[in-house]
């Protein structure tokens, strides 16, 4: 009876097994699907955070540069300010052949002065649109924005090449105004 009672347990053990194994394996390819799933997401919250903190990066760098850009701007208005005031001196001192040219001179410091004043208030435009988020989560918008940014650039470059110029140019006017 043992014999038979130890085939009838090995049979309903293999009986249990063969109904079980397919149930168990199915739940098995579902539960690595789930992780599967699950760490696919992971890897994409991943990779979106990254990107939006690379992307904070970018317009914190931006940001400063263009913070950088209207300090040089204040430097540019203060200096043609500067001049202005000399160009001013130096004209009710002068009577002499150049006071013409330093009455253009004056005038040529006024308007760098307010040109200097309307790139900084477009710098800060620009650097409000740095800040929106919605904005900048366009690649294109980034690429435009970049670009602006560098042209700029450029114009503080030109306008901070340009006020040297100024400068030389004051200083030859001095050299011919008696008294000075």
């Known amino acids: 009876m043992r014999t038979l009672g130890g085939v009838v347990t090995l049979a309903l053990v293999m009986t249990v097994s063969a109904v079980a194994s397919p149930h168990l394996y199915a739940q098995s390819k579902q539960q690595q699907k789930q992780q599967g799933q699950q760490q696919a997401q992971q890897q994409a919250q991943q990779e979106e955070q990254m990107r939006q903190q690379q992307m904070q990066q970018q317009m914190h760098q931006q940001m400063l540069h263009m913070q950088q850009m209207q300090g040089r701007m204040n430097r540019i208005m203060e200096r043609s300010r500067q001049l202005n005031q000399e160009m001013t001196q130096q004209l009710q001192h002068s009577q002499n052949r150049y006071a013409e040219q330093q009455r253009h001179m004056q005038r040529m410091c006024e308007t760098m002065e307010e040109m200097a004043g309307s790139m900084n208030r477009l710098m800060e435009q620009h650097r409000n649109m740095l800040q929106d988020e919605t ?46």
């Open 135 to 180: 904005l900048m989560h366009d690649q294109e918008m980034q690429r435009e924005m970049q670009q602006l940014r560098e042209h700029m650039g450029e114009l503080t470059q030109q306008m901070e090449d340009a006020l040297l110029s100024m400068d030389r140019v004051q200083e030859r006017l001095r050299q011919h105004t008696p008294g000075s």
